[in-house]
T-cell receptor, first 109, second 116 residues
Framework: AQRVTQPEKLLSVFKGAPVELKCNYS??????LFWYVQYSRQRLQLLLR?????SIKGFTADLNKGETSFHLKKPFAQEEDSAMYYC???????????WGAGTKLIIKP | GAVVSQHPSRVICKSGTSVKIECRSL??????MFWYRQFPKQSLMLMAT?????????EQGVEKDKFLINHASLTLSTLTVTSAHPEDSSFYIC????????????FGPGTRLLVL
């Protein structure tokens, strides 16, 4: 079955500390993986996608097919990173997304 | 970047009435639009996928006669909640996918529906 798992509902770290939001997926084919972010009172927006291998706002994510993971990382968290983060998997020709449950990231001052 | 708008942003209606929510892609042509429902503290739940000019594909458990979706043009899709009940109160979000960047979905700001 196709599934995206974000094991942490809530992650709280201090400003300046490293951040890792975990995402594991289950899919037998070749996955396309995304991280979306929703800041308070703002719309959901794309943060990064694995295929572009970009670093957005200091965040990176590497697709590890062996571990079926796509963890989101940032070496030094900033207060403005506080938001809801969703990991998503795209599988079929219609590009529907399968969503993780989301992780609320709180950056403490 | 691509912009998607939704209207209205918030609506309150009486039980039994119908509510229409519009989703527009402002600066690109959306070949596919998705409608989601988001419950408090939960992830997005895909309700249906609509391709321009064809009938929407509904997810299992979503009543197509209750949630009418129309995608008549490349820039507009509408979701009509018919005979709304209090349990339909939720946050409805649309997203759109353009023909040039098929992988990425661009999200609308959402519509908060409250059925009294």
């Amino acid at each position: 079955a196709q599934r995206v798992t974000q094991p942490e509902k809530l992650l709280s770290v201090f400003k300046g500390a490293p951040v890792e939001l975990k995402c594991n997926y289950s899919y037998s084919g070749s996955p396309e993986l995304f991280w979306y972010v929703q800041y308070s009172r703002q719309r959901l927006q794309l943060l990064l996608r694995h295929i572009s291998r970009e670093s957005i706002k200091g965040f990176t994510a590497d697709l590890n097919k062996g571990e079926t993971s796509f963890h989101l990382k940032k070496p030094f968290a900033q207060e403005e990173d506080s938001a809801m983060y969703y990991c998503a998997l795209s599988t079929d020709s219609n590009y529907q997304l399968i969503w993780g449950a989301g992780t609320k990231l709180i950056i403490k001052p | 970047g691509a912009v998607v708008s939704q209207h209205p942003s918030r609506v309150i209606c009486k039980s039994g009435t119908s509510v229409k929510i519009e989703c527009r892609s402002l600066d690109f042509q959306a070949t596919t639009m998705f409608w989601y429902r988001q419950f408090p503290k939960q992830s997005l739940m895909l309700m249906a996928t609509s391709n321009e000019g064809s009938k929407a594909t509904y997810e299992q458990g979503v009543e197509k006669d209750k949630f009418l979706i129309n995608h008549a043009s490349l820039t507009l899709s509408t979701l009509t909640v018919t005979s709304a009940h209090p349990e339909d109160s939720s946050f409805y979000i649309c997203s759109a996918r353009g023909s040039d960047n098929q992988e990425t979905q661009y999200f609308g700001p959402g519509t908060r529906l409250l059925v009294l």
